[in-house]
C-alpha cells in the first residue's frame, strides 16, 4: 500500500518538477541578436547578449570578429563607440568597444560589456574621433534590427 501511494506521488510531483525547470529555463536565457552586414567594414561578425540581472537592469554583453582597426577607416577614425536605442526612443552612449588582435592570429575581435538601467530595443557602432561624444556620428559601422525583450 505505501508503495503505491510513493509511486503515485512520483507520478503527480515529477512532471510539476519538469514543468518548473522548462519554465524557468524560458525567463532565465539572455536575448542574442546578430549585427546586419556592414557596408563600412564588410568582413566584420558580431552579436549582442542581453539578459536582466537580479536588479532588473539590462546587462549588454557584445562580441565581434574581423572588424578594421578604426584607424584604417576611410576617413580614418580613433576608436568604435557603442550605442543604444531605449524604449523611451533615446540615444546614448554606453561605452567604448575594446578590441584587440586574437593569439597567433590577425583576426580583429572586439568585445563589450555593461549594464544599463535603460531597456534596449537597437545598438550600433559608429567609428568616432572621441570617445566622449554625446551624438552618433554618420559612420555607422554595425548595427541591429531593432528588437524585443
Do not use: H
Not at 52 to 57: A, F, G, I, L
Not at 66 to 84: C, F, G, H, N, Q
Amino acid at each position: 500500500m505505501k508503495t503505491t501511494k510513493l509511486i503515485n506521488l512520483k507520478k503527480n510531483i515529477l512532471p510539476g518538477i519538469f514543468a518548473m525547470i522548462f519554465i524557468f529555463s524560458l525567463f532565465s536565457c539572455a536575448t542574442s541578436v546578430n549585427f546586419l552586414n556592414s557596408s563600412v567594414v564588410p568582413a566584420a561578425r558580431g552579436s549582442v547578449k542581453i539578459k536582466t540581472d537580479n536588479n532588473k537592469n539590462y546587462v549588454i554583453q557584445i562580441t565581434l570578429s574581423d572588424l578594421a582597426e578604426a584607424s584604417r577607416l576611410e576617413p580614418a577614425k580613433l576608436t568604435y563607440i557603442v550605442w543604444m536605442i531605449t524604449d523611451r526612443d533615446l540615444t546614448k552612449n554606453i561605452g567604448q568597444l575594446n578590441s584587440s588582435k586574437g593569439f597567433m592570429s590577425k583576426q580583429l575581435k572586439g568585445s563589450f560589456k555593461t549594464v544599463s538601467s535603460d531597456k534596449p530595443v537597437k545598438i550600433f557602432i559608429t567609428a568616432e574621433d572621441d570617445a566622449a561624444v554625446q551624438y552618433p556620428g554618420t559612420q555607422v559601422v554595425l548595427s541591429t534590427d531593432k528588437f524585443m525583450l
